[in-house]
């Protein structure tokens, strides 16, 4: 970085004036030296004022000098960077989908299911193999794996459910025949047909839903003669 040196030049108008004044004089003390005969090592006095004055001209004080220094001006700039990423899954999905997994390999194992469902109700069987796949498979820790059916959606869930039973018209069944809903998809039981209906299939394990009583059909009309 170079810096620079600013110094106010001294002003001359005053100088001027006396500049003349001194030169006429410093010509008359030349005259008079010439025409005095005295030692060469003495000085005449005329001589010396002209001098004097020509001195006071010539000798002249500058201003103080300022030393300028460039100043630099940093600008900081900052940059953005935006990372787009794919939208992943959510964390439960992926976490149903390891445990799904997990179940199919995991319900070879199972051999008691017709023994437990002698002594439980079909709800209470699909709680007691969620339990054990909650404890036995990590994939599955702490989910919940059980949806039965309703009467406005008969059919169980995807993993472990009982179908729903109709004993009557209602939900998404107003009239005959209502077929039971299905069972899990992996395992549970199927739903009881109501009015004719058919029972719901079985989940992969599982036993499927008995079919409805048959409507008694009604009095048909006399022929006519």
Do not use: H
Request: proline share 5%.
């Amino acid at each position: 970085m170079n810096s620079s040196v600013v110094c106010e030049l001294p002003g001359t108008g005053s100088d001027l004036a006396l500049l003349v004044p001194a030169l006429f004089i410093l010509l008359i003390g030349v005259l008079i030296i010439s025409t005095i005969r005295s030692s060469t090592q003495r000085t005449s006095v005329f001589a010396v004022f002209p001098l004097a004055l020509i001195g006071i001209v010539s000798v002249n004080t500058p201003a103080d000098c300022i030393t300028e220094v460039p100043t630099t001006t940093v600008v900081e700039t900052t940059s953005t960077t935006t990372t787009t990423t794919d939208p992943q899954p959510a964390p439960v999905s992926r976490s149903l989908a390891a445990c799904s997994a997990a179940i199919t390999a995991w319900l070879p194992s199972i051999t008691d299911y017709q023994l437990v469902s002698q002594t439980n109700t079909k709800l209470q069987v699909v709680t007691i193999f969620e339990q054990r796949a909650q404890t036995q498979l990590p994939d599955c820790a702490g989910l919940s794996l059980v949806e039965n059916g309703t009467a406005a959606s008969p059919n169980a869930g995807a993993i472990f459910g009982v179908g729903y039973t109709y004993t009557s018209f209602s939900g998404a069944c107003t009239t005959a025949p209502c077929n039971g809903g299905n069972g899990g998809g992996l395992l549970g039981d199927g739903g009881d047909g109501y009015a004719g209906g058919d029972g719901g299939d079985a989940g992969r394990v599982g036993n499927g839903g008995d079919g409805g009583t048959g409507v008694v059909g009604a009095m048909g009309a006399t022929g006519t003669t």
